[in-house]
T-cell receptor
Framework: SQQGEEDPQALSIQEGENATMNCSYKTSINNLQWYRQNSGRGLVHLILIRSNEREKHSGRLRVTLDTSKKSSSLLITASRAADTASYFCATDNAGNMLTFGGGTRLMVKP | DVKVTQSSRYLVKRTGEKVFLECVQDMDHENMFWYRQDPGLGLRLIYFSYDVKMKEKGDIPEGYSVSREKKERFSLILESASTNQTSMYLC?????????FGQGTRLTVV
């Protein structure tokens, strides 16, 4: 069963705009992670937020976590054409397993 | 840099064949994973290994087996390939925090 579900499934924006992706999950977590996948390639880790954190920043990325609502959001500010990719959230429960959602396909038009 | 290497990028096999997908990591990680990725379904966990000779079933283990005889190598085995196993297969290894992915193997079963 998939733990995380991303929303929207697809997002198309202009270069320079901000992109927001959301993730909902079902059970308690140790941390939540976001990954990026360029077309037909493996995933690359972007950022991790622990269950006791509410917000985290890394460059143009901002992640929030609301454990009461079991949801997280990833904000990419000032998007670039090179940000075009699929983005996945993954939940880390006790036991070292990482469970991924269905992903959000982001297209940034130049 | 951590490197996770999958033996093939593209593979075409016939129905009924026994198929081996190999994955090697060079960072002495204890945890290794096999996922399959299908359009609209995200990444689904097939098997997880937390040490040599140790394994746990993921969400979709049917039709697959795994082997971990050495820490650096985690093999996925399709005992008798079927057309519904046509998919992208992704291997990953992880530290306590993030996971590192191979480039993926796109398997087609004809």
């Amino acid at each position: 069963s998939q733990q995380g579900e991303e929303d929207p499934q697809a997002l198309s924006i202009q270069e320079g705009e901000n992109a927001t992706m959301n993730c909902s999950y079902k059970t308690s977590i140790n941390n939540l992670q976001w990954y990026r996948q360029n077309s037909g390639r493996g995933l690359v880790h972007l950022i991790l937020i622990r269950s006791n954190e509410r917000e985290k920043h890394s460059g143009r990325l901002r992640v929030t976590l609301d454990t009461s609502k079991k949801s997280s959001s990833l904000l990419i500010t000032a998007s670039r054409a090179a940000d075009t990719a699929s983005y996945f959230c993954a939940t880390d429960n006790a036991g070292n397993m990482l469970t991924f959602g269905g992903g959000t396909r982001l297209m940034v038009k130049p | 840099d951590v490197k996770v290497t999958q033996s093939s990028r593209y593979l075409v096999k016939r129905t009924g064949e026994k198929v081996f997908l190999e994955c090697v990591q060079d960072m002495d990680h204890e945890n290794m994973f096999w996922y399959r990725q299908d359009p609209g379904l995200g990444l689904r966990l097939i098997y997880f290994s937390y040490d040599v000779k140790m394994k746990e079933k993921g969400d979709i283990p049917e039709g697959y087996s795994v082997s971990r005889e050495k820490k650096e190598r985690f093999s996925l085995i399709l005992e008798s390939a079927s057309t519904n196993q046509t998919s992208m297969y992704l291997c990953a290894s992880r530290r306590p925090r993030e996971a590192f992915f191979g480039q993926g193997t796109r398997l087609t079963v004809v």
